[in-house]
């Protein structure tokens, strides 16, 4: 496509899409620094407008991260690894995503509806860090859903799972406050104490100064 093209239509579609795009040249190295100027813009306002959908999603959640669990287990005995407020198969609907891990060691997918905290189906899925998993939940005391009801007291619970890798094996739980702020935290296993993930947010200040440079 030529540069003239390229520089009109990142333009338009900045305009359309609320954000705003200055073409210094459609010449030489100005026409790069036009183009990448625009694509942050777009960029930017790509992010603010997936953050928005999240924190929809997290409002029209009724049913908390413990309560989807409770359900689930009701519907499939087990252990539960993971919970997740999700998009179902990329589509508009969210659903709870619960994994549990049975007895004979099948992993089973269930979707709880986050409005009702009705299951709405359940399949089978392929895992392989099953003795990976027992390992790490050997010997504790907290559950995914208690440790999903301690995280409550620091936000909306939109996810929580088990982090089994290194030294220090916990529950992960993201929450979410009003106007959209984001937050992870880890709960131990035994006791149950929330603290905050330093490991992730550090990499998020990393991101963050890559997104500025």
């Given amino acids: 496509m030529k540069r003239n093209i390229v520089i009109a239509a990142v333009t338009a579609a900045a305009l359309i899409g609320g954000g705003t795009a200055t073409a210094l040249a459609t010449t030489g190295d100005d026409q790069g620094s036009a183009r ?36 689930a287990l009701k519907h499939t005995s087990g252990t539960v690894v993971s919970a997740e407020l999700d998009d179902e198969d990329d589509g508009d609907k969210v659903v709870w995503k619960v994994d549990v891990l049975s ?20 399949h089978t899925d392929d895992e392989d860090d ?8 050997k010997g504790s005391s907290v559950t995914a859903e208690e440790a999903a009801k301690a995280a409550a007291g620091k936000g909306v619970v939109t996810s929580v ?10 529950w992960e739980a993201e929450t979410r406050k009003s106007g ?7 709960i131990d296993l035994t006791s149950g104490k929330v603290t905050a993930d330093r490991a992730d947010a550090q990499d998020d ?7 500025q440079d």
Avoid: C, F, M, Y
């Avoid at 007895?103 to 359940?122: E, F, Q, R």
């Avoid at 959209?180 to 880890?186: C, F, I, M, R, S």
């Fill in 103 to 122: 007895g004979d060691n099948t992993w089973h997918s269930v979707s709880v509806d986050p409005a009702s905290g009705k299951v709405l189906g359940a």
């Fill in 180 to 186: 959209g702020a984001e937050q992870d935290w880890k």
């Fill in 205 to 211: 200040d990393a991101d963050d100064a890559d997104d």
């Fill in 161 to 170: 799972d088990l982090d089994e890798d290194g030294k220090d094996k916990s």
């Fill in 36 to 71: 990448q100027a625009a694509t942050t813009q777009l960029s930017n306002d790509d992010v603010r407008d997936d953050r928005d959908d999240d924190a929809e999603k997290t409002v029209s959640a009724d049913v908390t991260a413990s309560e989807a669990i409770a359900s």
């Fill in 130 to 137: 099953t003795a990976q998993v027992r390992a790490a939940l």
